[in-house]
T-cell receptor
Framework: EAQVTQNPRYLITVTGKKLTVTCSQNMNHEYMSWYRQDPGLGLRQIYY???????DKGDVPEGYKVSRKEKRNFPLILESPSPNQTSLYFC???????????????FGPGTRLTVL | GDSVTQMEGPVTLSEEAFLTINCTYTATGYPSLFWYVQYPGEGLQLLLKATKADDKGSNKGFEATYRKETTSFHLEKGSVQVSDSAVYFC?????????????FGKGTTLSVSS
């Protein structure tokens, strides 16, 4: 089954304690990205990756890091989480946007993060 | 820059009522347009899409037509069901800005009662 998986689904942590949210896709997609969803703001892109070892900032990258060592995985790293990073996070993948009419983005189930 | 504006919610309807959720966009190029749906506790699922002017996307009884002259992509359904209760996001993908890929509206919450 084609899917994007994220772990953990729920996480409560404290300020300053490093954490990683994993994302994996089994569709051989080149493009992967991370979004955060906040009430009244919709989804905003944090980082994206066009392929292995190619990453770039989205609209709200401050406080986050990513890596793309393998095509299927795109972890999101919070080196020193703060309460303003409490949010619902989504990973997504697709073929390269704009290069195909089938470049639909597939979303993971979401990770609800609370930083105390 | 590119943007998407959709009507504020929540939208509350009775079962079998007609639904319209308005969406307008601003883009420099010729974007593809999408409606995504988020059911409670779940991730986003693609509901329908349209890639060029006058295209109509449809799925599960929902429809939306890409109107370039009014820069709109309104979502409609003739008879909603309780199971349609969810948050609906309008989004665009601008081929001139491949990196950002999807720009979302703020979402509209639909609540359908029996």
């Amino acid at each position: 089954e084609a899917q994007v998986t994220q772990n953990p689904r729920y996480l409560i942590t404290v300020t300053g304690k490093k954490l990683t949210v994993t994302c994996s896709q089994n569709m051989n997609h080149e493009y992967m990205s991370w979004y955060r969803q906040d009430p009244g703001l919709g989804l905003r892109q944090i980082y994206y990756s066009m392929n292995v070892e190619v990453t770039d900032k989205g609209d709200v990258p401050e406080g986050y890091k990513v890596s793309r060592k393998e095509k299927r995985n795109f972890p999101l790293i919070l080196e020193s989480p703060s309460p303003n990073q409490t949010s619902l996070y989504f990973c997504a993948s697709s073929s390269i946007p704009g290069q195909s009419t089938t470049d639909t983005q597939y979303f993971g189930p979401g990770t609800r993060l609370t930083v105390l | 820059g590119d943007s998407v504006t959709q009507m504020e919610g929540p939208v509350t309807l009775s079962e079998e009522a007609f639904l319209t959720i308005n969406c307008t966009y601003t883009a420099t190029g010729y974007p593809s347009l999408f409606w995504y749906v988020q059911y409670p506790g779940e991730g986003l699922q693609l509901l329908l899409k349209a890639t060029k002017a006058d295209d109509k996307g449809s799925n599960k009884g929902f429809e939306a037509t890409y109107r370039k002259e009014t820069t709109s992509f309104h979502l409609e359904k003739g008879s909603v069901q309780v199971s349609d209760s969810a948050v609906y996001f309008c989004a665009l993908s601008d081929p001139n800005q491949a990196g950002t890929a999807l720009i979302f509206g703020k979402g509209t919450t639909l609540s359908v009662s029996s």
